[in-house]
Every structure is written in structure tokens, then in C-alpha cells.
């Protein structure tokens, strides 16, 4: 399952051994005091006497993103920051990016690994185990096949077809009796209340709706964001077909549950009885019809290059014009999830521009 090139091995397990030298004692920076006090609900307090073992921090920017990793070793806080962390962030996307890892394992687990093996390494001033060594041990413990449904919004296929590498169909009412059976073996009572009262809400909001199955392998973790990303990709290729583009005031419908709707608000009302009303609101909605894909719709959609927009798109090395295809109907199906007239155009002007630009390149080459 994981097979890797000897002398990449050798030559990432070089690479993380000099992260070692960049490990540095650092201080703790003061907590910012606040300009103001505020009355934001402070819902637990963690002491020193509430941690137990080890202890690792990170520091993460404005944007999330983790800039930095410390960890405790006889009282001394060591660590990697700035262009050391950074370095160490660069090595586990080279990592990721090797095809024994790329659709199995996640940058940050990849990244959560190598820290820990630095931490172990510099704690002891021994090397127990490569690092290469230590992270495929660990990747076969925690990999395992995963079948992952993303919810299509207001879609309904007559059968399950295949399409870019996974497949549509429908959450069949069999399948969730399946789930709900397990609720229904549990002893305790209320326990067993809450799991009917999640599938009833469950049935409602997904039982014979489509969905994109998409069978994996790889750690619990990285399958969501893995299958979400796939789904978001062949949810806008299948956007091409919906006809939204024939209708300049509606959005196509074919979004992954949940993003149908972006643009939401949220009201909190108080009535003179001082009765509270929290209500929450759409400001850009959606298509309200449904989609029927029918087998003599997907025969139509694959005389207008169904099939071979999905072939195409799980081709690891497509040719040239096959990536054109490809970024060209991703291009354009960006327009049928708009609703605005000039977003329209301004997108088929890009759509364009891209076409005469690569025409143009194409041209140059040959001469």
C-alpha cells in the first residue's frame, strides 16, 4: 500500500533530521491584554493541575493557518516558528504529495507525525526509528476503506450512474433503515429517544434525495475533507447539464447540500412579554425545483460528452487539449451557479479570453 522509492525515503528522512538542528528554547510570549473588558461567555478555565502528560502548543495566524509548534522537555519550551515551522510545513506537502500518501493521508497528519517524531528524537538525543519508517507504521494503523455520501441538494436520479471517477444515487430508504437499526439496539432509554428523533429528522432532510458516493481509503480525518472536495468538483461539472444556464434569474440547483445557500442572516427578536425569537434567514436563495435526472436524461447527457467529461477527469495525465476541456467546462459551469446577468457575462468574457489566450500559445508554439 505504501510503496516508496528508496532513495526519496533516504532523501525525506535527511530532510527531517536537519529540522532537528532548527529546534530552539523559546519563551512564552505574554498573554495581549484586551483594550476592554467584555462579557463573552468563558466556557471552561484549564489549569495547570487539569493537563496531564505531555504538552504540545500551537500558534496559529489570522487566517488559521498554524505558524509554529512547541513542545515541554524538562521544563524548557523548544520549538519550531517562522521559517523553521515553515520549513517543516513545506517538507510534509512534499510529503503529501507523494502518490503513496496523496489520497490517503493529510498534510496535517503528515505534519502532526513529523512533530512528534522531532519532539521524541531531540527529547531523547536518540534516533529510535526513521522518520519514513515511523509515519507508514502509523498511516497503516490509522487508514482504513470508508465510504463517504455527500448530499446533492434537490437532486433525484432515476438510477445510480458513475460520473468522474464516483457515483450518484439516490439515499435509498433502505440504507437509512440500515443506520437506524443501529440506534434502535441501544439500552438506555434516552439515548435511544435522541437517536429516533435524529433519524426522523434525518429521513426528512435526506431519504430519496441524491447523493455523491464516494468510496475511499484513507484516515478517518482526511475522508470528509477529501470527499467534499471531489464532490464540489463533480457537482460543478454536472452543473454544465442542469440548463441553469438558460435561465439568467436562477442558480442551478446541483450544489452539495448545505452550500445551496450561502449568503444567510440571523435575528434575535424580544417582545414586550420579553418572549426571545432567533430566527434565521436566507438572503441568496436558491432554485426551489427539483432536479429528476431520468435514464433518458442521462442518454441526451451523454450525447453532449457526458462519458467523456468523466473520463477525462479521472485521467491523472491528461494531454493538453484534455486539460483545456476540462478548465474550460469548469469555467463555464461557474456561470450556471450565478444568478446575476452580468456575473454571466463578466464569466463568459473570461471563459473566452482563456480560449483565445490558449489558442494563441498554441499558435506560437508552432511557429
Not at 489549569?47 to 502548543?57: A, C, H, P, R, Y
Amino acid at each position: 500500500m505504501f510503496e516508496i522509492y528508496p532513495s526519496a525515503e533516504g532523501n525525506f528522512n535527511s530532510k527531517i533530521c536537519s529540522l532537528i538542528e532548527k529546534i530552539e528554547a523559546t519563551q512564552r510570549q505574554e498573554d495581549s491584554v484586551p483594550k476592554f473588558e467584555t462579557e463573552v461567555h468563558v466556557g471552561i478555565t484549564i489549569t495547570d493541575k487539569d493537563i496531564v502528560g505531555g504538552l504540545q502548543e500551537k500558534t496559529s495566524n489570522y487566517r488559521g493557518n498554524t505558524v509554529a509548534r512547541f513542545f515541554i522537555s524538562e521544563g524548557v519550551r523548544y520549538g519550531l516558528e517562522n521559517e523553521s515551522h515553515k520549513s517543516l510545513v513545506d517538507l510534509a506537502e512534499k510529503m503529501q504529495r507523494l502518490p503513496a500518501f496523496r489520497d490517503r493521508l493529510s498534510r496535517d497528519f503528515i505534519e502532526e507525525a513529523a512533530f512528534n517524531w522531532l519532539e521524541k528524537t531531540f527529547s531523547r538525543n536518540d534516533q529510535e526509528k526513521p522518520f519514513m519508517s515511523v509515519l507508514i507504521d502509523e498511516a497503516r494503523e490509522a487508514v482504513k476503506p470508508i465510504t463517504v455520501y455527500v448530499p446533492v441538494a434537490n437532486m433525484i436520479v432515476q438510477r445510480p450512474f458513475s460520473f468522474c471517477g464516483v457515483v450518484i444515487c439516490n439515499i435509498t430508504k433502505a440504507l437509512v433503515d440500515e443506520m437506524a437499526a443501529i440506534g434502535g439496539s441501544i439500552d438506555n432509554e434516552q439515548q435511544k429517544n435522541d437517536a429516533a428523533a435524529f433519524f426522523d429528522k434525518f429521513r426528512k432532510d435526506y431519504q430519496g434525495y441524491a447523493a455523491v458516493e464516494i468510496r475511499l481509503e484513507c484516515e478517518p480525518s482526511f475522508a470528509n475533507d477529501l470527499a467534499v472536495m471531489t464532490a464540489q468538483r463533480v457537482a460543478s461539472f454536472l452543473g454544465i447539464y442542469s440548463g441553469a444556464m438558460l435561465m439568467p434569474d436562477v442558480k442551478c440547483i446541483c450544489k452539495i447540500k448545505g452550500t445551496e445557500n450561502l449568503a444567510q442572516s440571523t435575528t434575535i427578536s424580544r417582545s414586550e412579554s420579553n418572549s426571545l425569537r432567533v430566527t434565521h434567514g436566507v438572503l441568496d436563495q436558491a432554485s426551489m425545483r427539483h432536479w429528476h435526472i431520468s435514464e433518458n436524461d442521462l442518454d441526451e447527457y451523454a450525447k453532449c460528452g457526458l462519458g467523456v467529461l468523466s473520463e477525462i477527469a479521472i485521467k491523472e495525465k491528461p494531454t493538453e487539449f484534455e486539460s483545456l476541456i476540462l478548465n474550460t467546462s469548469m469555467l463555464y459551469s461557474k456561470a450556471a451557479f450565478t444568478a446575476e446577468p452580468l456575473e454571466n457575462w463578466f464569466i463568459y468574457c473570461l471563459l473566452l479570453k482563456a480560449l483565445f489566450l490558449r489558442m494563441k500559445m498554441s499558435q506560437s508554439n508552432r511557429i
